[in-house]
């Protein structure tokens, strides 16, 4: 189903576009695709600063006025969709969800993010295999804590946190997707990559996969 009026601003391989793309294929409602070429620097034109002015994807024009932030825009499409609901459970699961979910998006991703290599590169001048090093180690030992919070108090998957997908999963494949682009070592996540497969099997999970965008390279 068209969701009208509403365009979703994103880039095929941004993981925080994607987390917007599996959230609304969960939800069977779709927005219009804007792409946004981060390579190319497009994120930081004028006209793209005045829908966000943090020059970050995604963001949301909802007709009129425009949504930032992933977790944001997939709480508000929670609260106008709330089929199938994305944070199940009582409180202290939407928590455990919550937990998760930043976990990733606030602990992990912002430190390999494209304009924190970019840094690292220049001005502060490190090569490419010390900037996949640091990569690495920060995306390693953050899924490795995320394996721990699934399996902290018995596990009752086969997704993060029960029998249906969350926003814990949304945010988790595509930073699995992210992990592997610079060959992490993701053995100390079984459990995660056993959720990475039971995921793949929807087909909200798998329409949402960078190269099936149509701005795929
Ligand atoms: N916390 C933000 C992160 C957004 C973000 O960092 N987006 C990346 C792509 S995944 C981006 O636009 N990067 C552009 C750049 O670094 O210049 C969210 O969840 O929406």
Request: charged share 25%.
């Amino acid at each position: 189903m068209g969701l009208r009026h509403v365009k979703l601003y994103g880039y095929f391989r941004s993981s925080a576009a994607y987390r917007c793309r599996i959230a609304f294929n969960l939800k069977g409602v779709a927005p219009e695709y804007v792409p946004i070429h981060l390579r190319r620097g497009d994120q930081r034109a004028e006209d793209y600063l005045r829908l966000n002015p943090q020059g970050l994807v995604p963001a949301l024009d909802i007709g009129g006025r425009v949504l930032t932030q992933s977790l944001a825009i997939i709480e508000w499409l929670d609260e106008t969709h709330p089929e199938p609901a994305l944070l199940p459970g009582d409180a202290a699961n939407r928590a455990d969800i919550r937990a998760f979910a930043l976990a990733i998006a606030a602990d992990i991703h912002p430190l390999n993010n494209l304009r924190v290599l970019k840094y690292l590169k220049a001005p502060l001048g490190h090569d490419q295999a010390t900037i996949d090093a640091w990569y690495r180690h920060w995306v390693e030992s953050g899924l490795a804590a995320c394996e721990a919070l699934v399996t902290k108090e018995g596990r009752r998957g086969p997704y993060c946190f029960g029998a249906e997908p969350s926003l814990a999963d949304i945010c988790l494949i595509p930073q699995l997707a992210n992990a592997r682009r610079v060959d992490s070592d993701l053995s100390a996540c079984p459990t995660l990559l056993a959720i990475e497969a039971q995921c793949a099997t929807l087909p909200a999970f798998a329409d949402a996969a960078p190269e099936k965008q149509p701005d795929a390279e």
